[in-house]
């Protein structure tokens, strides 16, 4: 059975930086990224990178963020840089093939 274990979330200030990490037993998938889940609000996109390193990006955290993965260590970063209180929320690694696949999620709280 497939698991995505995420660590790296925390607390830091408005204008600093975090970096997320994501593991995955099993298969390699074809595309892996994150998305995140703000109190009261539906669970969006992230960002995104294929096996192929190409990567995809929302908008609001674009210039930002940066998206990485490491094929042989089956792995996914998410370099998060001038965080704003707005990205306040619960982040979850996913990964896609035919389904998908969600890691528990880990908090991340940027304060003003």
């Known amino acids: ?46 960002a995104t990178v294929t096996i192929r390193g190409t990567t995809n990006y929302a908008d609001s955290v674009k210039g930002r963020f940066t998206i990485s993965r490491d094929n042989a260590k089956n792995t996914v970063d998410l370099q998060m840089n001038s965080l704003k209180p707005e990205d306040t929320a619960v982040y979850y690694c996913n990964a896609r093939s035919v389904g998908d696949v969600w890691g528990k999620g880990t908090l991340v709280t940027v304060s003003s």
């Open 1 to 46: 059975q497939v698991q995505l274990v995420e660590s790296g979330g925390g607390l830091v200030q408005a204008g600093g930086s975090l970096k997320l990490s994501c593991g995955a037993s099993g298969s390699i998938f074809p595309i892996m990224g994150w998305y995140r889940q703000a109190p009261g609000k539906q669970r969006e996109l992230v």
